[in-house]
T-cell receptor
Framework: GDSVTQMEGPVTLSEEAFLTINCTYT??????LFWYVQYPGEGLQLLLK?????DKGSNKGFEATYRKETTSFHLEKGSVQVSDSAVYFC??????????FGTGTRLTVIP | KAGVTQTPRYLIKTRGQQVTLSCSPI?????VSWYQQTPGQGLQFLFE???????NKGNFPGRFSGRQFSNSRSEMNVSTLELGDSALYLC??????????FGPGTRLTVT
């Protein structure tokens, strides 16, 4: 079945450090891939997406590339800020309109 | 454009009671999906409604049900509440099958 495996964390970084959160997936067919972010006490916000192989999603300095050959969609940011502290979820969407989520990675950025 | 709204934001119920949660999608969105978020199980898909019909269903017992109205607003109902139903219930609306936009959630506590 469809599933997402995500780096568990928690991850603690100093401000301006480089961020990578690993995400790999298993899916039948050709899924769309997403990163969502959840701030404390809030719902999920769509951070970026990619709908086909080799697509690169980007938003607010975050990037992720859809790699079909390695079934991966790793999230990266060159220089994190304190305001990036949140929980990040990798997710996939196949034919049915329901998202499969990873377990989430808590990121804490310290000044 | 207003985002997805969910009411109530917080709810405390007793075991054995039933509860109804409400979700108003983004204007023009006809698909509404519901997810349960718990620390142990993470984010799990409950069901999706499109044009007043349940289109997809996750692996939850029959105590969890939902419906959608002609204005696309959706409700979910949980009967005979159990302690394990304590969770954040998230609603998401979508226009297409590529992006889902989430509301802030309803935090249900069962005592």
């Amino acid at each position: 079945g469809d599933s997402v495996t995500q780096m568990e964390g928690p991850v603690t970084l100093s401000e301006e450090a480089f961020l990578t959160i690993n995400c790999t997936y298993t899916a039948t067919g050709y899924p769309s891939l997403f990163w969502y972010v959840q701030y404390p006490g809030e719902g999920l916000q769509l951070l970026l997406k990619a709908t086909k192989a080799d697509d690169k999603g980007s938003n607010k300095g975050f990037e992720a590339t859809y790699r079909k050959e390695t079934t991966s969609f790793h999230l990266e940011k060159g220089s994190v800020q304190v305001s990036d502290s949140a929980v990040y979820f990798c997710a996939l969407l196949t034919g049915a309109n329901n998202l499969f989520f990873g377990t989430g990675t808590r990121l804490t950025v310290i000044p | 454009k207003a985002g997805v709204t969910q009411t109530p934001r917080y709810l405390i119920k007793t075991r054995g009671q039933q509860v109804t949660l409400s979700c108003s999608p983004i204007s023009g969105h006809r698909s509404v999906s519901w997810y349960q978020q718990t620390p142990g199980q993470g984010l799990q898909f409950l069901f999706e409604y499109f044009s007043e019909t349940q289109r997809n269903k996750g692996n939850f017992p029959g105590r969890f049900s939902g419906r959608q109205f002609s204005n696309s607003r959706s409700e979910m109902n949980v009967s005979t509440l159990e302690l394990g139903d304590s969770a954040l219930y998230l609603c998401a609306s979508s226009l297409s099958e590529h992006e889902q936009y989430f509301g802030p959630g309803t935090r249900l506590t069962v005592t």
